[in-house]
């Protein structure tokens, strides 16, 4: 589930993302960005910080850690200004 929300900053054609890890029945996650992007690790309920990435499409990629097999593969066009939220 991805939402999203104006931020009211002038980041100049940025966007910005975050990661919930929300399913409980879920080990650890590595979010990746793009091609080779990979973020900070999450545990189950815990909330990443936005990370800027150039507005338009993104591949956005979820992982179980220390795993290369993505359970979320997704290409969303994220809009300039907006601070979106990958649940």
């Known amino acids: 589930l991805l939402l999203s929300g ?5 980041l ?12 409980p029945e879920v080990p650890t996650i590595t979010p990746r960005l793009n091609v080779g992007d990979r973020l900070e690790a999450l545990e189950y309920g815990e909330v990443s910080g936005f990370y800027g990435v150039d507005a338009g499409p993104t591949r956005i990629r979820v992982e179980a850690f220390g795993s290369a097999v993505s ?3 997704i290409d969303p066009s994220l809009t300039a200004d907006v601070r979106h939220t990958l649940f």
């Not at 100049?12 to 399913?23: T, Y």
Request: hydrophobic letters at 45%.
């Open 6 to 10: 104006g931020c009211g900053s002038d």
């Open 12 to 23: 100049f054609s940025q966007a910005e993302i975050r990661f919930v890890h929300a399913a």
């Open 71 to 73: 359970a979320i593969d």
